[in-house]
């Protein structure tokens, strides 16, 4: 861990929050809100039928092949992944599993077999072993001036199979965002091939990674990919097979559509303070989700939209995301052990990869010393009274189903037709000042 230690820093932390910062902090009380939130019963049966229908339709002589998994925090990828070995194997194929994550896990090969293990993706889980290697090779140009690297097993092996969460990308809009052609593009080019990929900016994403996906399909390198679709949950909403010529595609466009239906929101229009629990790169590229929270932090990008937040305070980091927190720039205010749980080198260099894109992202926001003066902070800088602070908290960014408003929010909750779990309460800060999680509060 290549960290900071804030511990100096709380004597002085502390005695500012107790010259300057507001006192009193509003009540909440739980709301649920309610939407259809389809789930795909029999996973591991409908992932095996998808992964087969592919792999017969393509025809191609079974061999080794490199399966490729990222990470994100994708609901029930241990399942997914070994259902998709299996079904691989059942065909003749002779699977093994390499990290597509780009630089993430601070782009050594050690790291990266470390995150996939933190989701329970290890041989003994999936049967399938992992190889790790930061290697890469240069297939060709995706575009003009465009190389277009592949991990070096993989182009090895002849052959790769990805898994992928399609959803809305955090930075771009474009036919395909997140998905199996991303992870094509970027993640299976590790460190160089990501940062490539990035050189444009924002908007050379939106041509770069369908063209590097067709580039794969003509290489004969892309088998075909597995696509998971997660509903407002945080639950497998669909699973579906995309040949190699569909990925990158029309069919990958349409999964990109439902996934846009079925992504979590947070309903109000504005809202001054918004608390959240936990932010990680397997919550979020950008550790909170900019479709959520509406801010994108990227030089030249306008931001608008709903909601409109006036302060954020996020209180930690997911295990999962290894002390990379990417996309804290988006936090105004956090406690010192969030601080101290971020790894410089981690972050650092998943920043310096991303190029244009993330060089707002991994500013730091002003640090307190617990969660409660976090919290007092971002309340007193939006400047009103706890009776008229509209404050949200929230678990993280998947999971927003359940929240905590305060009175001042009530009103529209009730006009967006949420449901209200109880009365109103004290937030919940330990003798330390640390907040209890949502889900434990509700």
Not at 76 to 89: D, P, W, Y
Not at 131 to 144: D, F, I, Y
Not at 175 to 182: D, L, T
């Amino acid at each position: 861990m290549n960290g900071l230690d804030p511990q100096p820093l709380l004597p002085m932390l502390r005695q500012l929050a107790g010259r300057l910062l507001v006192t009193e902090l509003p009540p909440v009380a739980l709301v649920r809100q309610h939407f259809q939130a389809p789930r795909l019963e029999g996973i591991e049966a409908a992932v095996c039928e998808e992964v087969g229908r592919v792999l017969a339709a393509g025809g191609r002589t079974p061999g080794p092949v490199a399966v490729g998994v990222g990470s994100r925090g994708i609901a029930n990828l241990e399942l997914v992944v070994r259902a998709s070995v299996g079904a691989l194997k059942a065909a003749g194929w002779d699977p093994f599993i390499v990290p597509a994550m780009g630089s993430h896990g601070a782009a050594t090969a050690a790291g990266q077999a470390d995150v996939l293990a933190g989701f329970g993706v290890t041989e003994e889980r999936v049967g399938a072993p992992v190889r790790a290697t930061m290697e890469t090779v240069v297939v060709g140009e995706a575009l003009p001036g465009v190389p277009w690297h592949a991990d070096s097993l993989a182009v090895e092996a002849g052959a790769v199979f990805l898994i992928s969460r399609v959803k809305p990308h955090t930075s771009f809009r474009g036919p395909v965002e997140s998905g199996p052609a991303k992870m094509c593009a970027i993640g299976l080019g590790k460190q160089p091939g990501a940062q490539v990929m990035h050189a444009a900016g924002a908007a050379g994403l939106a041509e770069r990674i369908p063209a590097a996906a067709r580039l794969a399909e003509r290489s004969g390198l892309l088998l075909g990919a597995l696509a998971v679709v997660e509903n407002q949950r945080d639950e497998t909403a669909l699973a579906r097979g995309l040949s190699a010529a569909e990925v990158g595609g029309e069919a990958e466009s349409e999964l990109l559509r439902r996934a846009r239906e079925l992504m979590p929101r947070i309903p109000f229009r504005e809202i001054d303070v918004l608390v959240v629990d936990r932010m990680g790169k397997d919550i979020s590229g950008t550790g909170m989700d900019t479709n959520v929270i509406n801010r994108f932090r990227i030089v030249g990008q306008e931001e608008s939209g709903r909601p409109l937040i006036q302060a954020i305070a996020v209180l930690g980091l997911t295990e999962n995301t290894h002390g990379n927190a990417m996309g804290i720039g988006n936090a105004d205010y956090v406690p010192a052990r969030l601080l101290a749980g971020v790894d410089l080198e981690a972050l650092y260099t998943n920043a310096l990869t991303a190029g244009q894109i993330a060089i707002e992202r991994p500013h730091l926001p002003m640090v307190l010393a617990d969660d409660r003066d976090a919290v007092r902070a971002a309340v007193t800088a939006v400047g009103r009274s706890p009776q008229e602070t509209r404050l949200a908290w929230i678990h993280d960014t998947l999971h927003t189903e359940v929240m905590a408003v305060s009175p001042a929010l009530l009103g529209e909750a009730r006009e967006l037709g949420l449901e209200l779990l109880g009365e109103p309460r004290e937030l919940p800060f330990d003798s330390r000042g640390e907040l209890s999680s949502l889900l434990v509060s509700s």
